[in-house]
């Protein structure tokens, strides 16, 4: 689920992981994790080839049940992974939001092919206004254009926590900003960049 291009090129640039606030005890943490999964792997491979040779070939089930079990398991697997890639690239609301009540459920994203192959992709929202999640805006924009807009450049920082723009952490972002204008009472729209900017 972690596993993407950003995070390897966090792990891969030198002082990615510190830029994050890690240290070595939260390197040493996942080291430990990281072992703990191999050595109960390892366990239960040694109690399995332990077992195979103590007691021979396990005959409690059926070859041949065993194997279409497999192939059942196999086809339901790929085809619930292809429906739930029609139905986020078609739009099906219905069933592809079934998944947002399974912990830790992984999509399958595929646009591009299904583009290829000639289905008519089109994105769906991720919040739905009718339902009443979004009431913006409660009235009707009223904008007054001035005689000489201001130039705003909008520097945005991923996942910046707002108590690290002081003199110490980031003294040459603190100098900058005695010059420039803070707004210090936003309420952010979320916790990421782009919900945050909105």
Do not use: C
């Not at 080291?31 to 999964?37: Q, T």
């Not at 890639?85 to 646009?111: C, H, Q």
């Not at 910046?160 to 936003?186: K, S």
């Amino acid at each position: 689920m972690f596993i993407n291009s950003f995070v390897i090129n966090l792990v891969s640039t030198p002082g990615g992981l510190e830029s994050l606030g890690a240290s070595t005890a939260s390197k040493l943490t996942f080291v430990a994790i990281a072992a703990a999964f191999l050595l109960l792997q390892a366990l239960l491979l040694a109690a399995t080839l332990y077992a195979y040779r103590r007691f021979g070939e396990p005959n409690w089930i059926p070859r041949r049940f065993f194997t279409g079990l497999l192939i059942l398991f196999a086809v339901t697997t790929v085809g619930e992974r292809l429906v739930y890639a029609y139905t986020t690239a078609t739009g099906v609301a219905s069933i592809s939001s079934l998944t947002l009540k399974v912990p830790y459920y992984l999509g399958l994203s595929a646009r591009g092919v299904l583009h290829r192959l000639g289905v008519k992709v089109k994105r769906s929202q991720t919040f739905q206004l009718a339902q009443g999640n979004l009431n913006y805006p409660l009235h009707p924009l009223e904008v007054t254009t001035p005689a000489a807009p201001l130039n705003i450049v909008w520097l945005v920082s991923e996942s910046w926590r707002a108590d690290t723009l002081d003199a110490e952490i980031m003294p040459h972002t603190w100098a900058f900003a005695q010059n420039a204008q803070r707004f210090t009472h936003n309420y952010s729209g979320g916790n990421g960049t782009r919900v945050g900017m909105f």
